[in-house]
């Protein structure tokens, strides 16, 4: 995943004399051939905590790609957003462009999870997902990278400091046109569990009230390290129907298991 943000943003890794990996680097626009791609990282809980080091590094990656001219979504959308904070009431130029060019959002340091599994499980509560999606912005609109944490110094930002990380958020998020997912496991299915649906289709559902519409929603499976590809979901989802919960053969295997094989079929 952290190799296809660097290529989207037009950046490459850099490697000291012993191959561990030093920094980054941009690529030359003439070597790039097409835009640079504007990208919004929404890292787990638990990824920004074993990986700091690369959250500082994709950090680093979208500061350099927003210094290289040519054609660059990042850094157009990034000054719209500026524009837009401006215009809002905000009067430090500087400070404006930082939080407009972050890129990195999750949950609050210190916190796990955003919770839309557990509002999901409550469907009696609600009628419609806009609830759903309030607890996705308000869980996941915490900044990470230049120079921020998660949780930002008091004083840095007006009173209404939540009210316009989630502004930012959903102006990082706005114009996106395909939200991707990596699976690497072979274990696990992506109806296991909660992963899917609150990472993958939070994000899909949040853009969906960003922009009105949904965007495309892909898999990156690299369950395979020797066949990887990008799928659609449908596709992804489709497969695993058919080769567990619709397969005669893995539904009679799993039986034979008992209690923790009737559990994989529930």
Known sequence: MESQILSLLGIKPTYDGFGRLKGVEAIA????????????????GLYRDMFPNLMLLLDKAVSLAYQQKGANYLREHIDQSVKKLLSSGLTDTTQTRRLASVRLFSTESGTYGNEVNDVVQASDKWTNDEKVGSVYFNRMSHLYGQGLWGNVPEGELPKTAKDLTVSLFKSALSGTKAVVHSRSTNVYGA?????????????????????????????TNLSDPGNTRQESLDKFIGREMNTRYLNPKWIEKMLDEGYAGARMIG
Do not use: C, E, K, Y
């Not at 990208?39 to 787990?44: G, L, N, Q």
């Not at 949040?206 to 965007?215: L, Q």
């Open 191 to 219: 109806l296991d569990n909660d992963d899917f649906f609150q990472a993958l289709g939070g994000m899909a559902m949040a853009i969906r009230h960003v922009d009105g519409t949904t965007p495309d929603v892909m898999i």
């Open 29 to 44: 626009d003439t070597t790039l051939g097409r835009p640079r791609v504007d990208v919004v990282p929404t890292p787990s």
